[in-house]
């Protein structure tokens, strides 16, 4: 069976720090990958997805990127954390090419930005 | 450009009554159509999909949904509530064909009251 692993859980960083959040998937090839950020009231507003090893698309410019160094792994990184980068960052995954649509979530990692 | 509404942000109710979690689409082509619950501090967990066929659809927890065209809704009800059914509810849209981009709604928190 899948499963998709977040890390860390829960993060504290100070204003003008770097970030780095990591998301891995198991037990599947090739999926498409996203990155979501959850802020309170506000839903889930998607921030980057990938199709593929290396490729990369943002939906919001930000003061985020991403990276997709190896297959069913996904690196939210930031050089410089801003205030309004707190939130709940959620990776994502789905089968391409097939019958099925659906996104499958992992737990998610809590920010905040001090 | 495909959109989601979701009418209420939070929904209060009292344990063992019905309730209906409403949501409303809007998009210029054919759509798949989603309901995810999310409880606090975890990822989404997909309740139950719309992809094609029959317009009630049945999930999981006792929860069902019907897609009404028409009416571009895709409202989500279940009879009975229980206490474990505190969450916040997503709806969820994705435009049939080409890339799996979903967009979601801001969520409805429902509040299960003893």
């Known amino acids: 069976s899948q499963t998709i692993h977040q890390w860390p859980a829960t993060l504290v960083q100070p204003v003008g720090s770097p970030l780095s959040l990591e998301c891995t998937v198991e037990?599947?090839?090739?999926?498409?990958l996203y990155w979501y950020r959850q802020a309170a009231g506000r839903g889930l507003q998607l921030l980057f997805y990938?199709?593929?090893?290396?490729?990369i698309s943002s939906e919001v410019p930000q003061n985020l990127s991403a990276s997709r160094p190896q297959d069913r792994q996904f690196i939210l990184s930031s050089k410089k954390l801003l205030l309004s980068d707190s939130g709940f960052y959620l990776c994502?995954?789905?089968?391409?090419?097939?019958?099925?649509?659906?996104?499958?979530f992992g737990p998610g990692t809590r920010l905040t930005v001090t | 450009a495909q959109s989601v509404t979701q009418l209420d942000s939070q929904v209060p109710v009292f344990e063992e009554a019905p309730v209906e979690l409403r949501c409303n689409y809007s998009?210029?082509?054919?759509?798949?159509l989603f309901w995810y619950v999310q409880y606090p501090n975890q990822g989404l967990q997909l309740l139950l999909k719309?992809?094609?066929?029959?317009?009630l659809v049945k999930g999981i927890n006792g929860f069902e949904a019907e897609f009404n065209k028409s009416q571009t809704s895709f409202h989500l009800r279940k009879p009975s509530v229980h206490i474990s059914d505190t969450a916040e509810y997503f709806c969820?849209?994705?435009?049939?064909?080409?890339?799996?981009?979903?967009?979601f709604g801001i969520g409805t928190k429902l509040q299960v009251i003893p």
């Open positions: 994502a995954w789905s089968v391409s090419g097939t019958g099925i649509y659906e996104q499958y």
């Open positions: 037990g599947t090839s090739n999926p498409n």
């Open positions: 990938s199709i593929g090893i290396g490729q």
């Open positions: 998009s210029s082509v054919s759509v798949y």
């Open positions: 719309y992809l094609s066929g029959s317009t």
């Open positions: 969820a849209v994705r435009n049939r064909g080409g890339y799996q981009k979903v967009t």
